[in-house]
Every structure is written in structure tokens, then in C-alpha cells.
């Protein structure tokens, strides 16, 4: 999935323009922040989850099945938080509102969020 959301991105950045007759096309700005935010979550994401996977300490005579589980979703909501955090980013420079206070914004938003899931 993380491969042809990164191929369709790729797709995007070679055959699409930005700007045509000298005004930025939003549509195309939208097909490269989404195919771009969801190649950048999953492949964090599943980076993620195998660092942390490898770092879990393996007890014997457990399934591990549900706690993989858990971790799996846990890492794909980072990598999702992270990716938003970079589409937020990026957006924000697109259309010249890129300051300290909305980065700071933007990222006390998915700290916040970030926290409360992990604290459900």
C-alpha cells in the first residue's frame, strides 16, 4: 500500500503542473499533499513499528499476537500524526502563512492528540 501510494506520488510529480498560466491549480496541490501524506504515514509508520518491534522484549510462553497488535495501530497513528505535521507544514508554506506561532500551533494540536490517545 505504502509502495503505490509513494508510486502514485511519483506519478504525480513528473506529469502534473502546479501552475498553469501562472496561478497554482489547488487540485493538483491536493493530489500531491495526499498522495504524499499517506506514503510518508504508512512508510513512518511501518518504520516505526519494526524499531519498536525489535526493541520489545520477548517473555516466553505468551502469545504475542495482541500486543503486535496494539503496537501496530500505535505506530500507524504516529505516523500519521507525523505526516499531518509535515502536510500542515507544508500547506501552510504553499500559501505563505508559515510562521513560528502556526508551526507551533499546528504541532501542539497533534502533541495534544497524540497524548490523549495514548492516554485512552
Do not use: D
Amino acid at each position: 500500500m505504502a509502495a503505490a501510494a509513494w508510486a502514485f506520488f511519483g506519478f504525480i510529480v513528473w506529469s502534473v503542473p502546479p501552475k498553469i498560466g501562472g496561478f497554482l491549480v489547488i487540485s493538483n496541490l491536493f493530489y500531491f499533499l495526499l498522495s504524499g501524506g499517506i506514503g510518508l504515514a504508512l512508510t513512518s509508520g511501518l518504520l516505526l513499528y519494526f524499531i519498536s518491534s525489535f526493541l520489545q522484549p520477548m517473555v516466553r510462553g505468551v502469545n504475542p499476537t495482541s500486543t503486535l497488535r496494539r503496537l501496530l495501530f500505535q505506530s500507524l497513528r504516529r505516523g500519521l500524526f507525523f505526516s499531518l505535521v509535515i502536510v500542515g507544514f507544508i500547506t501552510l508554506k504553499v500559501f505563505g502563512l508559515l510562521n513560528l506561532l502556526n508551526a507551533a500551533l499546528v504541532l501542539g494540536i497533534v502533541i495534544l492528540a497524540e497524548i490523549y490517545f495514548t492516554s485512552r
